[in-house]
């Protein structure tokens, strides 16, 4: 049987259904998208610096409703990790996923794209100074006031369109060679986003 294709998303997810990471929206639309017997899943590593000591998966994945079906097919990992424990998680996905709400920089983005993987992330943030149609995929998004986060009262974050997200999901499922060469830009590009290069 050949191995999956495989969504990965990295990134903290404390506040849940509001949390401005997007983990939420990677797997509401993952769920809806690929819910039949497709060989296909999507790894789940959640940051727990972020996370307060009540925290709790299973309710947090409770209250998005998610499709059973499509629930199987996620696999979760939530753990503090070495820098050389990261690489081998990237280099088990074969594109990064990150449907943002709002990032100054989107680090995991730029680490993904070190690692070969071409991106699917939210066309507004940080990530977009880099993360571009040559080496990933753009999510539509609407910008909605943001009420529930006092220390960004006042802003606006952006969500992704769901349906839109789907449909790159769907795309990347289907075009796997284009997936392939858009990762090999995608290296390439964060050549110029080294920790070195910036201090320059």
């Known amino acids: 049987m050949n191995n999956p294709f495989v969504f990965l998303m990295n990134k903290g997810w404390s506040k849940g259904i509001n949390d401005r990471g997007g983990i939420q929206w990677g797997l509401i639309a993952f769920c809806e998208e690929f819910c039949k017997d497709e060989n296909v899943e999507l790894i789940v590593r959640i940051n727990p610096t972020y996370n307060l000591p009540n925290w709790n998966l299973d309710e947090e994945i409770q209250k998005l409703n998610l499709n059973k079906e499509g629930l199987k097919k996620v696999k979760f990992t939530i753990e503090l990790t070495t820098y050389e424990n990261l690489v081998k998680l990237y280099h088990q996905g074969n594109i990064f996923l990150s449907p943002t709400m709002g990032d100054a920089f989107n680090l995991p983005c730029l680490e993904a794209m070190a690692c070969e993987l071409s991106v699917i992330t939210t066309n507004f943030g940080g990530q977009t100074d880099y993360v571009n149609e040559g080496n990933g995929w753009l999510i539509n998004y609407d910008l909605v006031d943001v009420t529930w986060d006092i220390m960004h009262e006042g802003n606006k ?44």
């Open 157 to 200: 974050w952006a969500k992704p369109n769901i349906q839109h997200l789907q449909q790159l999901m769907r795309y990347v499922f289907e075009h796997q060679n284009e997936v392939k060469k858009k990762g090999k830009q995608a290296l390439k590009d964060s050549q110029n986003w080294t920790w070195k290069q910036s201090a320059k």
